[in-house]
């Protein structure tokens, strides 16, 4: 994201909690996006690996039970794609889960859908579509959300002032990282990885990041971190 689009996004938005447009919003319990990271070194079959455990993960009863325990009013959730500079896309629009009939519908959308993207990794466009797509939405959430998930880094400085920027709009992010044997380096880049998304990519109360050890491990993972996510902020952590 070039420096006058990062500054517009910075900028750019009225801050739901100043009050301003919060009329007519359907409050919900939490507001989540589910960025999910459809780079190029994420192969088809690692991209349906993701959109498999995002869908089956809405079906577990754990999930379920995460939902009824968030409250009554439910958990607004969408499915985002990303990948390169201006490469993010709405495959799944925003949709209210309530309880297993619910989530089983949010659950057909995400198996129903298909990879519209590919390209380079900018975490930091991921974080800024993300956070306009919540602040363009008909819903306000007692809390907000980024659940991003990704095999690769991007430019520290970017991505640090994308999420202190969401931050500042009562915006929480959250990390999933995946380790991709395809483009793996050894031990040393998987920690670099980790570090990376702890150091310039999660933040807000009790932000945690969680890692999977490949995409195939990526259903259980993504199952764990969405109760979390769901059921409220913990400490800030690392998994």
């Not at 990271?37 to 079906?59: H, I, K, N, P």
Request: charged share 20%.
């Amino acid at each position: 994201m070039p420096a006058g689009r990062l500054a517009g996004f910075l900028l750019g938005s009225v801050l739901l909690s100043s009050g301003a447009g919060a009329q007519g919003l359907q409050p919900v319990d939490l507001e989540l996006v589910l960025a999910v990271d459809t780079s190029t070194s994420v192969d088809q079959r690692e991209f349906a690996l993701q959109s498999q455990g995002l869908a089956e993960a809405f079906l577990h009863v754990d999930v379920v039970a995460a939902i009824r325990f968030a409250g009554t009013q439910g958990v607004a959730v969408t499915l985002v794609h990303w990948a390169g500079e201006a490469r993010q896309a709405t495959v799944v629009d925003w949709h209210v889960v309530r309880d297993g009939r619910t989530a089983a519908e949010l659950s057909a959308k995400i198996a129903a859908s298909s990879r519209t993207i590919r390209g380079l990794t900018d975490i930091a466009g991921a974080i800024g579509f993300s956070v306009n797509s919540i602040e363009a939405n008909k819903y306000l959430g007692a809390r907000r959300v980024i659940d991003i998930s990704g095999d690769g880094s991007s430019d520290a400085r970017r991505s640090e002032a994308a999420r202190d920027a969401a931050n500042s709009r009562g915006v929480t992010i959250n990390g999933l990282v995946i380790h991709n044997k395809d483009i793996d380096l050894g031990e040393l880049a998987n920690i670099d990885l980790r570090e990376h998304y702890a150091n310039h990519v999660i933040g807000g109360p009790g932000s945690f990041m969680m890692t999977a050890k490949n995409f195939d491990d990526f259903r259980t993972a993504i199952r764990v971190k969405l109760v979390r996510e769901i059921t409220g902020p913990v400490s800030a952590a690392i998994d």
